[in-house]
């Protein structure tokens, strides 16, 4: 179990590395478009497309990391009043009965939409937009495959703190 836990958090903490770089080109992508929009009169759709490319596969790379390390958002009304043991109870019973259960069907779903994508060979709708639209919906299903993994090793952890 430990060899698994110490696998999963490594893929985890690799893609959020690799996440570091959909973040730079963002940045560089947002900064290029504002310059050639504002001082250029310039609009490029492609660029704006791939804006929203970047970001939504930085976020879907770095779910599962940011859920391993409980930096998540969380409502803390409830959870500060409730005991360690009690909050780690209803970590695992939230896991086991809706976060695997959510991202199976997510990355089922998410094969199929990006398959039925690549078979169409889907573009953007836009005439200046990006082709290949299959590539960024193929980030879904492995992004919720991530958090997936992520849950498992939460899992890990929460139960071998409460065996332990």
Known sequence: MVILKRIVDYILKYTAYIGRF?????????????????????????????????????FLLCLGFTYMEDAHVRVDLFREKFTDKTNRLI???????????????????????????YLANEVSSAAEGLSHRWIIK??????????GLSAV???LNKSEDENG
């Open 22 to 58: 959909f973040l730079i080109a963002l940045m560089l992508t947002i900064i290029i478009d504002v310059v050639g929009r504002r001082f250029m009169n310039t609009s490029s759709v492609a660029l704006q497309e791939l804006e929203w490319h970047f970001h939504g596969a930085l």
């Open 138 to 147: 193929s980030f879904l299903p492995l992004g919720f495959l991530l958090l």
């Open 91 to 117: 970590e695992i019973f939230g896991c086991l009965f809706f976060l695997i259960p959510y991202c199976t069907v997510v990355i089922y779903f998410g094969i199929e939409f990006t398959l039925k994508s």
């Open 153 to 155: 090793s939460v899992l």
